[in-house]
């Protein structure tokens, strides 16, 4: 257990649905991280949020969008969705400037049919 | 803008033998931080090695090593003594820049997927 958890672990939805992804950091760090991985365009970075604030965007779609809560916790929302949006989704989170670097979660597995 | 190149999409390597996988970074920060993550089938991020920009010696964890030429933004990882279960995905990433009291996101090449035959 990396201390980061993402749920669900798989999703499938049909197209034109809209889902979302929860991530929950790990103990104490105040970024999360936002990436997408697809076998065309590899791992994309899409968002950054810290201490609940927008950090920085990435290749975020429209459609998609996010937010980190009190709590730490983030959610990522896409919607509108398409085949192409089929991908797994990972978070990750990092504690403040340091060397402790960035602790990805298991990630979530969308599948759009 | 910053960019990772890997140029190995696979390589093999014998059981108990060495390997390197190449990277070759774009910057124009003085200050970056490198890292390797090990992707296996199973899907997780693993973190296996991180130099920084300034860090005179070359970074090593166990049998990995990151072999740093700053001169031609190069940043092969080694990996000593295969083991089979060193079969996997393996993604060279550098640290954008930091931002107020945060760790910058990290880019990432399109990885090298490493197959070690017994």
């Known amino acids: 257990d990396s201390g980061v958890t993402q749920t669900p672990k798989h999703l499938i939805t049909a197209t034109g649905q809209r889902v979302t992804l929860r991530c929950s950091p790990r103990s104490g760090d105040l970024s999360v991280y936002w990436y997408q991985q697809s076998l065309d365009q590899g791992l994309q970075f899409l968002i950054q949020?810290?201490?609940?604030?927008?950090?920085a965007k990435g290749n975020i779609l429209e459609r998609f969008s996010a937010q980190q809560f009190p709590d730490l916790h983030s959610e990522l929302n896409l919607s509108s969705l398409e085949l192409g949006d089929s991908a797994l989704y990972f978070c990750?989170?990092?504690?403040?400037?340091?060397?402790?670097?960035?602790?990805f979660g298991s990630g979530t597995r969308l599948t759009v049919v | 803008a910053q960019k990772i190149t890997q140029t190995q999409p696979g390589m093999f390597v014998q059981e108990k033998e060495a390997v390197t996988l190449d990277c070759t970074y774009d910057?124009?920060?003085?200050?970056?931080?490198l890292f390797w993550y090990k992707q296996p089938s199973s899907g997780e991020m693993i973190f296996l090695i991180y130099q920084g920009s300034y860090d005179e010696q070359n970074a090593t964890e166990g049998r990995y090593s990151l072999n740093f030429q700053k001169a031609r933004k190069s940043a092969n990882l080694v990996i000593s003594a295969s083991q089979l279960g060193d079969s996997a995905m393996y993604f060279c990433a550098m640290r954008e820049v930091n931002y107020g009291g945060s760790q910058g996101n990290l880019i990432f090449g399109k990885g090298t997927k490493l197959s070690v035959k017994p």
């Open positions: 990750a989170s990092s504690a403040r400037r340091g060397l402790d670097g960035y602790t």
């Open positions: 910057t124009s920060d003085q200050s970056y931080g």
């Open positions: 949020y810290y201490n609940g604030e927008e950090r």
